[in-house]
């Protein structure tokens, strides 16, 4: 009989009362074998009731989950914390916002040995836990929402330039030394990348699936927007390739807008502002038939929240893109918050 591979999941959380515990039990539910993998939660000092939880867990699977401290608070120094302390041969990097098929790891563990790969991810379906939860859930679902990111739109069974999470070959991570943790956030996109640069390969299956509960506040889902678009510009600064066209489109849709306002506000009408007013109209008409798209399948009480959601989502990222860029411009060095 063939031995499996050990495995270390490793799972960066803060504040996460609302979604652990669902979290948990779908890794202790995996076909893998509870013998054959190990979790390690990584807390970046959490304020809410998740510790309580984490140990409430942890004493019904004594020696196969271990939870840990991270003082700095960011993924990137919670996995290598979780690293440190691994022993399995294959790392998984989970988070606590999904829920896993109980095949997860084991299609992890076949993707990346039968694919020969350095890293593999699945494709997420988002779904939302009350309203507002749904609405987000679709926005981050679709094409128009966040353009072509593959693992988000259903687009599976490919190399890419990055996946959700990952799961890696130990070696692979101790070659790179670890994640940046310079990188507060896109620290996946950052060692995607140098996975790539030292010819290594990013795969992306449909066999390895997952639910992502998507923002359940209008509050949370904006802040994520301008949070994401802040440090879009941030780490194309420090590393122009790690970053996509597709990560600039609010950008640019925000620096139209303002264009528009002052050319429409100061009486000019030239060429330029005819072609922003033409780019504009054709943001709405885009805007309606992916919002009709979404009422179609789903039902007529989403039209106007989807409609108003999808355009405070481009907005609030192209505007951290453009604090991003004020804050590169004006600030001697970056501060990372």
Known sequence: MKIKPFVSVILPVYNEQNYIED??????SQDYGNENFEVIVVD???EDSTLSILNGIKNNYEGKMIVLQNIKKIAAAAMNIGIKHSFGEIIIRMDAHCDYENDYISQCVNSLVSCEVDNVGGVANTKGKNFVGEITAFIMSSPFGVGNSM??????NRLVDTVPFGAFKKSTLEILDGFNEEYVYNEDNEINYRIRKNGGKVFLSENIKFTYYSRDSVKNFFNMAFRNGKWNIISFFRC???????????????IGIILELIFTFSGIKNVFYYSLSILLMSYCFLNLFFSLSIIKEHGLKYYIPVLGMFFGFHCFYGVGSLCGILNHIFVKGWQIK
């Open 23 to 28: 979290c948990l039990n779908s890794i202790f």
């Open 44 to 46: 970046g000092f959490s």
């Open 151 to 156: 693992f988000r739109i259903g687009l599976g």
């Open 240 to 254: 122009s390739k790690i970053m996509s066209v597709r990560h600039f489109i609010p950008l640019f849709f925000v």
